[in-house]
């Protein structure tokens, strides 16, 4: 019995995948070209964005220092000079589109559908413009180095953890770089729960638990992550990037490597970001989260307290255990 459960289960899965599938093909079509893609070899990042003109410029200096070879952006009919900037780069192919960012499974479906034309047989991260990605020896071992590691062990993804970024003592103001904005963390507070169904660890907790969601904290976010996946044809995430099919993509090695997503949503100002995506309606569970910002009215700063920390590198999130190297060396 338990052996035809599982033949189910993974047939479920399978329908399941090929439905998401052709729901990304369909979604594609809501994307007009701007500029397009460069033949270039090398490990491409994908981004749906929308009025993310103040973040770009350090965006894409960190993933350019990572390694990556090329962008591949969907501006969601930003009003800032987004695109424009965009535009401008010469390692940039831009997609535009005014469609649904709720409707297209939060940008997920236009990402696969540019995933499925480009990114098959490479190296693709998904990140959103608010995430820098840091791993052990980041400064020193690129994205190349660190996927050609992964691929001599037939391993195909990464795993990171969301790490969310806030204001508090000696912050810098709304022209400092982006992570001397938001320099303080949540070092413990975090739990995990395996996901039987996907085979993935469920992480949460942090400042955002414990400021919006001290009362049901089974609503706060998600801080799980798969960000960097040796592409396929026929792979699609599932909910964000938390989890993907096939379901072994969300398996981690003991021996493997992990990383994390240093989380910059809550720059000062994010009040009016809260404000007008609540507005918007288009954000996930009718903008529960964005609902919950304003419901309680923390900002940036009010999300420090005394058991805080100041980020000071990668070697302090591996000390503290938000990172591993694993045999990484």
Known sequence: MRRL?????????????QRLFLRNWRKGLDLAPVTPPACRDGILAFACLRNEARRLPEFLAHYRRLGVAQFFMVDNASTDGT???LAAQPDVALWRTSASYRRARYGMDWLAALKRRHGCGRWCLTVDADELLVYPDWETRPLPALCA????????SFPALLLDLHGGPGAAGPEG????????FDPGTYRAQRDPRYGNDWIQGGPRERAFFGADPWQAPALNKVPLVKWKFGQTYVSSTHHLLPRGLNQRREEAPT????HTKFLPGFAERAEEETRRREHYGDCVEYRAYLARAAGPQGLWRPG?????GWRQLEALGLMSRGVWI
């Open 259 to 262: 990383g994390v997503l240093l």
């Open 177 to 184: 770089r982006i992570l001397d904005q938001v320099p303080w």
């Open 83 to 85: 695109a424009a900037l």
């Open 149 to 156: 590691w992964l691929e001599a062990r037939s391993l195909r």
């Open 5 to 17: 459960d599982g033949c189910l289960y993974k047939l479920v899965l399978r329908t399941r995948r």
């Open 308 to 312: 805080s920390r100041r980020l000071a």
